[in-house]
């Protein structure tokens, strides 16, 4: 099977202290629409709920997001719906579908960060569990549109219909994973698709997560043909030069690293070169980064390629021109691929 290859920029939405906070929600929508102007596929909204952070709301934002967009997809990258009553999370997103044509899809995580026990009192064994309890009811409604449900996750649920239905007859349901064998087996299990869910992840340790999904998807029974897995890459910046892309990227890697620190107390990587080298990251010259993509391509086999659009230590009209000679080298020349 030959899938054209999608590319979507993702946002968690950073949050300065004293920024206007509406002014940055207007920012997101013009992002949105300069990613679509380029011709990236999709555009997702993170889910996260720490202070640092603006995006709390991903069915909000993507609501937002289908007015200022007519074309390209909208995605939750990811939303954790272990806090969510799957009841209310298919109202939301059947409503965003609605709003934006038929355009959206989701992508389920599991990891909810550290402010999700203090919130929601959701303790670090629960967030598993309670995000494959959500989703399987949250499945059982797209699939059905009402349900029967006595499992104690929330009230019982009698047959009830729910309205509005999505746009779409199925919306596309991708599961983010990387940290143990079972956050692959799940999707494979469900015939669902599987996005690396760590962008700071080793080229070994994405390419091993996705050869056990492909396992776990060959040992029940499915096609191998019918596999599509997403790839999330630690940065992207192309610019006329390695010398340049290194150049400029390098304030946008030590902010990467400081919130990341600051939000999970670790540093994922505190060396540039070692992020450049061992990472799937795409930093240099136009010729550089399309050869790394393809050799990730090559390993990886995947469909679709995401990245943060969020790039503090960026300024604007660098961050704006890295991206348009990302669309102009990477995107464009992208034929169809085969599915591994």
Request: charged share 20%; with cysteine.
């Amino acid at each position: 099977m030959s899938t054209q290859h999608r590319f979507m920029l993702m946002s968690l939405i950073p949050h300065e202290p004293d920024a206007d906070v509406s002014q940055r929600y207007r920012q997101l929508g013009d992002t949105a629409a300069f990613a679509e102007s380029l011709g990236f596929d999709g555009f997702g909204v993170g889910e996260r709920h720490e202070p640092t952070y603006l995006s709390s709301s991903p069915a909000v934002l993507l609501g937002y997001l289908a007015a200022r967009t007519s074309t390209i997809r909208l995605f939750t990258a990811a939303t954790t719906i272990a806090m969510h009553d799957p009841v209310r999370a298919y109202e939301d997103y059947a409503t965003v579908d609605q709003l934006s044509g038929g355009r959206l899809e989701l992508i389920i995580g599991t990891g909810l960060g550290p402010t999700s026990a203090k919130v929601f009192g959701i303790s670090a064994e629960q967030q598993t569990p309670l995000t494959v309890a959500s989703y399987e009811l949250l499945r059982d409604l797209w699939h059905n549109r009402s349900a029967t449900y006595d499992g104690g996750l929330r009230p019982a649920l009698d047959g009830v219909e729910l309205s509005p239905p999505p746009r779409q007859p199925r919306i596309p349901v991708w599961h983010a994973g990387l940290s143990s064998r079972e956050s692959a087996a799940r999707p494979a299990a469900w015939g669902e698709r599987l996005v690396s869910g760590n962008l700071f992840a080793t080229i070994d340790a994405v390419a091993q997560h996705l050869a056990t999904y492909r396992e776990e998807w060959a040992a029940n029974g499915r096609d191998a043909a019918e596999v599509q897995v997403g790839v999330g890459v630690a940065g992207v910046h192309v610019a006329a030069s390695s010398q340049d892309a290194r150049r400029q990227f390098r304030p946008a890697f030590d902010c990467q690293m400081q919130q990341f620190g600051q939000v999970f107390g670790r540093l994922p990587y505190d060396d540039f070169e070692s992020y450049l080298a061992t990472s799937t990251a795409l930093v240099g010259s136009p010729a550089e980064v399309r050869e790394k993509f393809e050799q990730l391509q090559g390993r990886f086999g995947h469909t679709l390629t995401y990245h943060h659009a969020d790039s503090p230590g960026l300024d604007p009209a660098t961050w704006r021109a890295g991206k348009e000679l990302f669309a102009e080298h990477v995107i464009a020349p992208v034929p169809e691929v085969a599915s591994a």
